[in-house]
């Protein structure tokens, strides 16, 4: 978008990654809502595209703001104008430096993932979030150990009801043919060639877009389908070494089968996983998918940078952070503007897409001394995405993020086929999870996006006989 607003300047892109996040196909699904694919390209793409644009394949090892100027690692210096830092987050791993502890955040993570799953025969998954769903339920042919902080599965995006409706779907036989899926496959060019250490989680990829798991066959040695144990309410407590492990005479347990007590162990795994709840499992290795941490820390050094407390580079409505000059954009940055009551900032692909794109439009509109208007994407929560193989949509506060107890949630459910719930506050709706192919989207972002009082339909809200769409069309 810069290249396009100042075609006689120079862009500037400095990024670690041999390749480029485009978004192809995209497609604006209503007024809030789109999908698209994130496809990885060569940067001389970009570069032949815009003639202005430069890509610097280099991480970044300094950042002066006073002076405006960024020093690359391999020690060149470049002088700024306006800066965006666009630096994404790194994953949380639970234990740093452990290598039987894989972090999955990107595309050279998921491939080194994938290496050791073809030796697995059984791994922990620790984590909650949209990345740990997905895994645990495309792994084939291996045990999973899936240890969750939550009484539930999915928390960020789900309720309990919603987890419910999908644990079924973890237990059934996978399906042969699953419905195509639309997204990307992820390579990274010319990366094959070399063998990986296990886990450089230090080195930053991108970061994996909806459906990263197309195209890496997820299988383990063992040949049954899904076998999925779910630890609730625990956390890691601590990870033995297979030497440690022995010399503190400690028991494990087997993989807990419904028919059978739980045993001792009598395999020696190499890794051995401590849960806050006592329990203890060995396994091949553990797959940390605890969410992300803003990768602030190239920029902190020497600027004075207001921080979040989630820990990203606080920015203003058009995208400031607090030093001159300088925006940031995407997983890097915390909105600290007071948000439209129905929006709030996930780290997700949808929102680091509108927000780079809207930081180029406030960046140029400084240039040029205009005046920018919030962009309507920040005007409501909207992400759409699939779960184990349903279609799935979060509209607003979905969980009633912020509502306190003041709300009420209706719920209508089919088994097998679709998952429909709302959050009212004071007969509007604030919120919505659609799972399976409702149609209802549009309906309820409208409803959301104009406050209308629907207190006088009561249940019938949700009543399948009843085509809302035609009351609010």
Not at 68 to 89: P, S, V
Not at 111 to 124: C, D, G, M, S
Not at 224 to 229: A, D, L, R
Request: hydrophobic fraction near 40%.
């Amino acid at each position: 978008k810069l290249a396009m607003e100042f075609p006689s300047e120079d862009v500037f892109l400095v990024t670690a990654s041999p390749v480029i996040k485009a978004v192809t196909n995209f497609k604006q699904v209503s007024k809030t809502l789109e999908e698209f694919d994130v496809e990885e390209q060569p940067s001389s793409l970009l570069e032949k595209r815009y003639h202005n644009i430069k890509v610097i394949q280099s991480g970044v090892k300094q950042l002066k703001s006073d002076e405006h100027k960024i020093i690359t690692e391999d020690g060149k210096e470049y002088m700024y104008e306006k800066l965006c830092l666009c630096a994404g987050a790194k994953p949380k791993l639970i234990f740093e430096g452990n290598p039987y502890v894989l972090g999955i955040r990107d595309t050279d993570s998921a491939q080194a993932f994938q290496k050791n799953l073809a030796q697995a025969e059984r791994i922990v998954v620790v984590g909650n979030g949209g990345i740990a769903l997905e895994l645990v339920y495309e792994i084939q042919g291996c045990e999973v150990v899936w240890a969750i902080k939550d009484k539930a599965i999915g928390n960020t995006f789900f309720d309990a009801g919603a987890a419910e409706f999908l644990i079924p779907k973890l237990t059934a036989e996978k399906q042969e043919t699953p419905i195509e899926c639309k997204r990307t496959k992820y390579t990274m060019e010319g990366s094959e060639e070399k063998e990986r250490p296990i886990a450089v989680s230090d080195k930053l990829g991108s970061a994996l877009g909806p459906d990263w798991h197309e195209g890496l066959d997820l299988k383990g040695t063992k040949e049954f389908s899904h076998k999925v144990h779910i630890e609730v309410l625990c956390e890691v407590k601590k990870i033995h070494l297979q030497e440690e492990f022995i010399r503190l005479q400690r028991t494990s347990s087997t993989f807990p089968k419904e028919e059978k007590n739980v045993e001792r162990d009598e395999v020696l795994w190499p890794v051995y996983v401590e849960l806050t709840n006592g329990k203890i499992y060995g396994c091949n290795f553990i797959v940390s998918a605890t969410g992300v941490v803003p990768n602030v820390k190239p920029f902190l050094d020497g600027n004075n940078f207001a921080v979040g407390e989630d820990g990203g580079l606080k920015v203003d409505k058009h995208m400031h952070t607090s030093l001159p000059d300088i925006y940031a954009a995407g997983d890097i940055c915390t909105a600290s503007w007071e948000p439209s009551p129905v929006w709030h900032q996930m780290r997700l692909w949808t929102q680091a897409r509108q927000m780079g794109w809207y930081a180029a439009k406030c960046m140029a509109a400084d240039v040029l001394g205009e005046t920018v208007d919030m962009d309507f994407s920040f005007e409501l929560f909207a992400h759409v995405t699939k779960f184990f193989n349903y279609k799935v949509v979060v509209l607003g506060k979905y969980n009633a993020q912020g509502l306190g107890l003041d709300h009420e949630l209706m719920l209508r459910c089919t088994k097998g086929q679709e998952y429909v719930k709302v959050v009212m506050q004071n007969g509007r709706m604030m919120g919505a999870v659609l799972i399976g192919e409702t149609d209802l989207e549009e309906t309820f972002e409208n409803l959301i996006l104009n406050q209308m009082d629907l207190s006088a339909y009561g249940e019938d809200l949700l009543n399948p006989d009843i085509d809302i769409e035609d009351y609010f069309d």
